[in-house]
């Protein structure tokens, strides 16, 4: 028989985010999200400093997110966690503590694929609370396409069923969001770039500069030439303008920004024209993005548009207890001996 209600806690330490979270028979109860600034000064994430800084976060995050979900460790039905794809030391932290947790509390032991997680992140139900309506952007049905976008994947991706998940295209170098946060860099912007791009993007003209769009077979990308002749752009006006960068920036950012959803939006339309699925989702880190988000938006009409509140575009545990969710329905339990898999494919 079927235990109602269905408590998931959710675990995400697949980079540099320590987060957990409570769903309750599909809907919200907390999502908690400690962000690791240690990794600032570096300009990058280091792999080591994130897998101690999981370690010191993990229990005071879950604490946080079970006393916010106003709730027992007890009434817990089952802990889902990311099993990969990520950083191995990040991983094993989380897959540690929630083999641990499953243990102790004698409950189900879930493991979830991270990009997954972020594609089913549609399927988070808001609890409606009368003082504080959320809109919700609606829950797609099957099928739909999903561009996941995020720092290390870029997929277009067919989704039939919960778990049925087809690539239909990928990058074959650098993913969307490693392109905004290496331009970024270039700029002097901190890290991670992608958001502060974003940001002086809204000031700028996205007309201003133009780069060169790359040539890949099938619904494939590829980001690392644009890097390139930003780079060499940026060295050529340097030469004669050593403020050139400082002078220009919001127009530099505004006009990389725009090649690089051009570039996403491109092999999108081929997607929708070769597969005729109508119904389109967002997913990733990148789905944040303010010219994505507009751009899609204005789709004609004969689409659905599916776009994430912006707390489950970034990495969240959410987005991972909503996936462990569903895995609980169908019964899909993992063993005690599960391994994380820091290449693991969709
Ligand atoms: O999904 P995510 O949080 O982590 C990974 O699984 O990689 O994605 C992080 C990526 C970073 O590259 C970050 O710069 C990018 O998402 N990102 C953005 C924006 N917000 C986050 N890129 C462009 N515009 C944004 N507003
Ligand atoms: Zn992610």
């Known amino acids: 028989m079927q235990q109602s209600p269905i408590i998931i806690l959710g675990i995400e330490s697949s980079c540099d985010d320590t987060s957990a979270a409570v769903i309750k028979d599909g809907k919200i109860l907390a999502n908690i999200i400690a962000n690791q600034d240690v990794h600032e000064a570096y300009g990058g994430v280091v792999p080591e400093l994130a897998s101690r800084a999981h370690q010191q976060n993990i ?14 460790k007890e009434e817990i039905t089952a802990i889902a966690f990311t099993n990969g794809p990520g950083l191995m030391g990040s991983l094993l932290v989380g897959s540690s503590f929630s083999k641990a947790f499953a243990l102790a509390m004698d409950i189900p032991l879930i493991e979830v694929n991270h990009m997954q997680g972020h594609i089913l992140a549609h399927f988070i139900e808001e609890e409606f609370n009368e003082t504080d309506p959320v809109i919700n952007t609606g829950i ?4 739909f396409l999903c561009l996941t976008v995020s720092g290390g994947h870029t997929q277009i991706v067919k989704i039939t069923d919960y778990f049925k998940m087809e690539v239909l295209g990928e990058t074959i170098d650098d993913a969307a969001g490693e392109a905004f946060d290496k331009v970024a860099k270039m700029l002097g ?14 000031l700028g003209n996205p007309n201003k500069y133009t780069f060169t769009h790359p ?18 752009f940026l060295k050529r006006e340097l030469k004669t303008n050593p403020n050139f960068i400082k002078e220009n920036l919001n127009d530099i950012c505004a006009s990389v ?9 491109i092999e999108l339309k081929k997607a929708i024209k070769e597969t005729g699925i109508n119904q389109i989702a967002i997913a990733g880190g990148v789905s944040a993005n303010s ?3 507009k751009r899609l938006a204005s789709f004609s009409a004969a689409y659905q548009i599916y776009i994430p509140k912006m707390e489950y575009c970034t990495d969240n545990a959410a987005m991972i207890a909503i996936a462990g969710h569903y895995k609980y329905l169908q019964k899909d339990f993992t063993e005690q001996s599960i391994a994380p898999s820091a290449r693991m494919k969709i």
Do not use: C, H, M, W
Request: proline share 11%; hydrophobic share 40%; aromatic share 10%.
């Open 59 to 72: 229990i005071p995050v879950v604490d946080e997110a079970i006393k916010q979900a106003g709730i027992t």
């Open 140 to 143: 797609p049905t099957f099928p």
């Open 189 to 202: 912007l901190p890290y991670p770039g992608g958001p502060f791009l974003d940001q002086k993007a809204q």
């Open 215 to 232: 040539k890949v077979p099938g619904l494939n990308y590829s980001f690392s030439g644009l890097k390139t002749s930003v780079l060499y």
């Open 257 to 265: 920004q725009k090649t690089i959803v051009d570039i996403l939006l």
């Open 291 to 293: 010219e994505l988000r």
